[in-house]
């Protein structure tokens, strides 16, 4: 794919889920690179092609009545980047399973390198394709025990909002779809395209590991399940100061050279160097939802020194932590009743000038 051409995008619909689990991501994919564009006058970039399909190509209705015309059926989508499976019905997922092409579309397509993810009770389509077994996956919170026992062999996380595991994407609740569909702007256009949609849509980015997420985008895919459990072991413990190799080996009844040595052939990292990244990666989401001193961000993500955290901070992001904070930092309404008065009062072909009243905190 041409680095400037759109990503394509198929979100599938069901019959009696909520609309939600469609709806957030279409609106999420459409409005990258093109609504924050269009609200301060700059040239549109669209950075998604998105496209809806059901089973038939025909209209299905949400749990509540509203219904959604997709433009195509699964079968007429020959290739596609991502595949997004959205929440069923209950009690018509069984026969989607069997009288559908679902299942073996998904496994033909993953086959190709097209990356697939589910929100909330659409991972289990994925989970009966079998793209799960042996790997990280969540879902609703009160569907995760009676998946647990249909597909044993899948690692089920639902204490996390959203997991990926070798090109496989899972969202949570229904709502988790938000962050799923932004934690996929962020992979595949970067930070500030990820960061610039979730502004212009008024919407947090995903948190990060230390409020709930089982993202960590920080290593390639592997097979190597010691070297997972030493992962999560650091990613559990990245905050704290006492968390050495020696002890991590330990829990895991290996050496230290063996457990340096397997973490570098499987991460691409040794494990000083990935817990820097969680460091960072953690940092940087308290730079941008708070207004925490910078010394309060280092000691937080367990740095003592924030001399050293600053210049930790800027070999990975290219920018200091205050300088990252002034660029990606929260949004603020300097004047908010004139803003609302702005909003609510100006037509809609003229609203633009409502956006000189925010800046960055």
Same mark, same amino acid.
């Given at each position: ?146 998946? $647990? ?112 040595? $397997? ?63 002034? $660029? ?31 800046? $960055?905190?």
């Amino acid at each position: 794919m041409h680095d400037d051409a759109p990503i394509d995008v198929t979100v599938v619909l069901f019959d009696g889920g909520y609309s939600s689990t469609a709806v957030a991501p279409l609106e999420v994919f459409h409005a990258a690179g093109l609504l924050w564009n269009r609200l301060h006058g700059a040239p549109e970039r669209p950075r998604f092609r998105v496209r809806s399909a059901s089973m038939d190509g025909g209209p299905v209705t949400s749990a509540y009545g509203l219904g959604l015309t997709p433009q195509c059926a699964i079968d007429e989508v020959q290739r596609t980047d991502l595949i997004l499976l959205t929440s069923p019905h209950q009690n018509a997922y069984e026969g989607i399973v069997r009288k559908t092409s679902l299942v073996p579309w998904l496994r033909a397509a993953y086959g190709r390198g097209t990356l697939v993810g589910g929100v909330c009770s659409g991972v289990a389509f994925v989970a009966e394709s079998g793209l799960l077994e042996g790997r990280r996956a969540t879902t609703h919170w009160a569907l995760a025990d009676t998946y $647990r026992q249909r597909y044993p062999g899948v690692l089920w996380q639902p204490e996390h909002f959203v997991t990926e595991d070798a090109g496989i994407v899972c969202g949570g609740g229904m709502y988790a779809s938000i962050d799923l569909s932004l934690y996929l702007v962020e992979k595949l256009c970067g930070h500030e395209v990820a960061l610039e949609c979730a502004k212009s849509l008024v919407v947090s980015l995903p948190r990060h590991l230390q409020t709930g997420y089982g993202v960590v985008p920080l290593s390639r895919p592997h097979g190597d399940e010691r070297v997972r459990e030493a992962e999560l072991l650091l990613q559990r413990g990245f905050d704290r100061r006492d968390t050495s190799v020696e002890q991590i080996a330990a829990q895991l009844a290996m050496s230290p050279r063996t457990l340096l040595r $397997r973490f570098k052939a499987a991460t691409g990292h040794v494990p000083g160097e990935y817990v820097h990244l969680l460091r960072v990666s953690a940092a940087r989401g308290l730079l941008e939802s708070g207004t925490a001193p910078v010394q309060k961000v280092a000691e937080s993500v367990g740095y003592e020194d924030v001399a050293s955290f600053r210049q930790i901070f800027k070999r990975h992001t290219g920018m200091t932590p205050a300088d990252y904070r002034s $660029r990606f930092g929260p949004l603020t309404v300097t004047q908010p009743e004139l803003a609302a008065t702005v909003v609510l009062a100006t037509p809609p072909g003229e609203r633009r000038g409502a956006q000189e009243l925010y800046s $960055r905190a």
